[in-house]
């Protein structure tokens, strides 16, 4: 119990950390890429997503999943709405927001979930990794 409110702790801080990050960078005025910041297509699939709603399409939720589910879609829908509409930020700033938020969302829906459910949630991550990676070895002589 102590480890799990540890871990949602972490995760939830450092959620915070990397957009407060974001914000300081867009109220600094520095919003030309960096070189380093650029990425290349195989660095950026590297750092895809760990989840995403195809993972979550094939599950049967409780009625109380279901529930917990719709407020945290509508929490973050809300946050969404208002980086779209932040005239402060840059396109590339709202986006890495946008994924933020996304991640966040998956996060949250991953936790509500059953073992039963997270077991299916990681083997269908599995999967996908592993095929995508067949699909790179065959694209790469």
Do not use: C, W
């Not at 939720?61 to 589910?69: G, L």
């Amino acid at each position: 119990m102590t480890k799990n409110r540890f871990r949602r702790s972490f995760v939830a801080a450092a959620g915070f950390t990397v957009l407060g990050a974001v914000l300081i960078r867009a109220q600094s005025g520095s919003h030309g890429p960096v070189a380093s910041d650029t990425l290349t297509s195989s660095e950026a699939d590297s750092r895809r997503d760990f989840l995403s709603a195809d993972d979550f399409a094939l599950l049967t939720y409780s009625s109380e999943q279901k529930a917990t589910i719709d407020k945290i879609h509508q929490d973050i829908k809300a946050r969404m709405r208002a980086v779209a509409r932040d005239e402060r930020l840059n396109a590339d700033q709202k986006d890495a927001m946008l994924q933020g938020y996304t991640r966040i969302e998956y996060r949250r829906v991953y936790a509500v979930l059953t073992p039963e459910q997270q077991m299916q949630i990681r083997n269908s991550v599995r999967a996908r990794r592993e095929a995508d990676q067949a699909a790179k070895k065959k694209l790469s002589p």
